[in-house]
Nanobody, 120 residues
Framework: QVPLVESGGGLVQPGGSLRLACTAS????????MGWYRQAPGKTRELVATTSNDGTSNYADSVKDRFIISRDNTRTTVYLQMNTLKPEDTAVYYC??????????????WGQGTQVTVSS
């Protein structure tokens, strides 16, 4: 497991914006994919967005054109810029990372989750 530390959740009004950040720490040979999932009360965890080392990004249809995923120059921090937030975006958001400890040892890691609440 690679520790993932999330920040940036909170309460926002509908139509507002928030930015989530997640940083991976410890020894990492390579991070292949970083991204965000979310889980609303009574629902299963679902993909929000991921970004890969080859530059491709993947978004859930429900957040396309509203959310933007990016990584910093060190490639160990991933951001999720969330715009035009809706009440249905309310959920716990989890950071995800997949990579390798060495050339032969893979890992999947999850963050502890950060609450995002969209309400007036």
């Amino acid at each position: 497991q690679v520790p993932l530390v999330e920040s940036g959740g909170g309460l926002v009004q509908p139509g507002g914006s928030l930015r989530l950040a997640c940083t991976a720490s410890g020894y990492i040979f390579v991070l292949l994919v970083m991204g965000w999932y979310r889980q609303a009360p009574g629902k299963t965890r679902e993909l929000v967005a991921t970004t890969s080392n080859d530059g491709t990004s993947n978004y859930a249809d429900s957040v396309k054109d509203r959310f933007i995923i990016s990584r910093d120059n060190t490639r160990t921090t991933v951001y999720l810029q969330m715009n035009t937030l809706k009440p249905e975006d309310t959920a716990v958001y989890y950071c995800y990372a997949r990579g390798r400890f060495t050339a032969y040892e893979d890992f999947d890691s999850w963050g502890q989750g950060t609450q995002v609440t969209v309400s007036s």
